[in-house]
């Protein structure tokens, strides 16, 4: 599976962006998919979670009640809605797939997309 990050870029504070992870290959409805983020000097930290039919989610509690996480099958893609923006949403956000249940642990995706940017102005 090969993963494409896109939507990134600057706002301002209370601003919203909308994130999508396009997913190459015929298998993606079997993957769970997650979204990350590391910014600058901080380690990588979990976003979002979806599991494989997107019955599921699970959110990091800093963006809980802000960030949706959504997914296509159809279309192969993941989206990351995020709103109510704050400066320190500030990071390279990663998409990732994993083959099996969503967890909160990146190191037990299989698969990583590029990484998007994402700036918060205050």
């Known amino acids: 599976v090969q993963l494409q990050a896109s939507g990134g870029g600057l706002v301002q504070t209370g601003g919203s962006l909308r994130l999508s992870c396009a997913a190459s290959?015929?298998?993606?409805?079997?993957?769970?998919m997650g979204w990350f983020r590391q910014a600058p000097g901080k380690d990588r930290e979990f976003v979002a979670s979806i599991g494989n039919s997107g019955d599921s989610t699970s959110y990091a509690d800093s963006v809980k009640g802000r960030f949706t996480i959504s997914r296509d099958n159809a279309k192969n893609t993941v989206y990351l809605q995020m709103n109510a923006l704050k400066p320190e949403d500030t990071a390279v956000y990663y998409c990732a797939a994993v083959l099996g249940i969503a967890t909160h642990n990146g190191w037990d995706y299989d698969y990583w997309g590029q990484g998007t940017q994402v700036t918060v102005s205050s």
């Open positions: 290959g015929r298998t993606f409805s079997s993957y769970a």
